[in-house]
């Protein structure tokens, strides 16, 4: 698939409509997520519980994935070595690991522990009873899982120069802040939309003056893009340090997108963590996570009304989504000085 979008972007041409609307196209490329590493959860989501079922895990790489804390975190599977049911459904607080079907038991490291009407089984238990572990990074609080990832981890060394002063490790989960909607529209023009402000002008009117249009930026990396949003008024941004490498400027919001589907937005209360999982060609699920630093700025500046800027992002894409199924629509033109961040995105799935 090289050169489908030629790296030029004033020549280029954009992703061609069969990548939104085709199964197969479709079924390929998040065949291709499993390689990647995907955002599991924040710390804090353990604090209280400390068994937590990654629902998204099983579209993102198709395995059932939970966390369990005890004095280190671990990511396993979530299957049950019985016969299959998912031992967790819900986040609780345990010291065990209990099937709901049959009752086998598990530690919190996963080694099976006792199973009932078991007693006459032959060479059992053996270490396939145990429920299997996967890959689990951490950075400065924020928990990454994989099915044998390979790509994308160095991403973090991004985060780490522009925003690593924030205390990051200490943002406290908010679960009033959780969100998740089922949207008719394919995953990639979701993504598409979050990559560029161009549209802020035309469809957030309220974002709009919050935010210096002229002054928007796109940063592109390997693995992923970041836009910082400038602030109109100087009291809903950030307090930088002399150590920020942007001391100075009246930063509002820095949105980092990383490859395929996570969106870390920061802002001077926190950190609004979007997760875009696809669940058909045509059907994606968004979840909203919110970790709090300052709770007296929620309300304020770009990171004020998420939900309001949700919704109109929602109408737009879900809109979009019938016109490129389109027999008069296949391919569009980029402007470059808006939509670097959608060429960015679209030469690495087509790459
Ligand atoms: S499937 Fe879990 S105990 Fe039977
Ligand atoms: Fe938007």
Same mark, same amino acid.
């Given at each position: ?6 790296? !030029? ?45 990654? !629902? ?69 238990? %053996?270490?396939?009873?145990?429920? %299997? %572990?996967? !890959? ?11 099915? @044998? ?10 985060? @780490? ?22 949207? !008719? ?56 340090? @002399? ?52 709770? %007296? ?8 009304d998420l939900d309001k800027v949700e919704a ?12 490129? @199924? ?26």
């Amino acid at each position: 698939m090289t050169q489908i979008i030629d790296p !030029d972007i004033r020549k280029a041409q954009t992703l061609p409509s069969r990548f939104y609307s085709d199964e197969s196209t479709f079924a390929e490329i998040v065949s291709g997520f499993s390689d990647c590493w995907h955002f599991a959860a924040h710390e804090s989501q353990l604090a209280k519980d400390n068994i937590l079922p990654l !629902d998204h895990m099983e579209f993102l790489v198709g395995e059932s994935m939970l966390l369990t804390r005890d004095d280190t975190i671990r990511c396993l599977s979530n299957v049950c070595t019985h016969r299959g049911m998912l031992v967790a459904t819900e986040a609780c607080c345990s010291s065990t690991l209990r099937c709901g079907y049959h009752g086998r038991t598990f530690g919190i490291d996963g080694s099976f522990r006792n199973m009932p009407e078991f007693e006459q089984v032959e060479d059992f238990p %053996s270490p396939s009873d145990d429920l %299997s %572990s996967f !890959d689990l990074n951490h950075w400065r609080g924020l928990l990454f899982a994989g099915n @044998k990832p390979s790509r994308f981890m160095n991403c973090l060394e991004e985060l @780490k120069g522009r925003i690593g002063w924030m205390p990051i490790e200490s943002f406290e989960h908010d679960p009033s802040r959780h969100r998740s909607y089922d949207i !008719d529209a394919n995953w990639a023009l979701y993504v598409d939309n979050y990559l560029e402000g161009f549209h802020i002008p035309y469809v957030h009117g309220d974002l709009h003056e919050e935010l210096d249009y002229d002054s928007y930026s796109t940063e592109l990396f390997e693995g992923g893009v970041l836009q910082v949003g400038i602030a109109r008024d100087s009291e809903s941004c950030f307090n930088l340090p @002399k150590s920020s490498p942007d001391y100075g400027q009246s930063i509002a919001a820095y949105y980092y997108w990383l490859y395929p589907g996570l969106m870390l937005n920061f802002y001077p209360w926190g950190l609004s963590v979007n997760l875009v999982v696809p669940l058909s060609v045509e059907r994606t699920r968004i979840v909203y996570h919110g970790f709090v630093w300052d709770r %007296s700025k929620l309300a304020e500046g770009a990171g004020g009304d998420l939900d309001k800027v949700e919704a109109e992002d929602q109408g737009i894409v879900e809109a979009t989504q019938r016109g490129v @199924k389109s027999g008069a629509y296949d391919r569009g033109r980029y402007s470059p000085t808006r939509e670097s961040g959608v060429h960015h995105f679209h030469r690495m799935l087509t790459s």
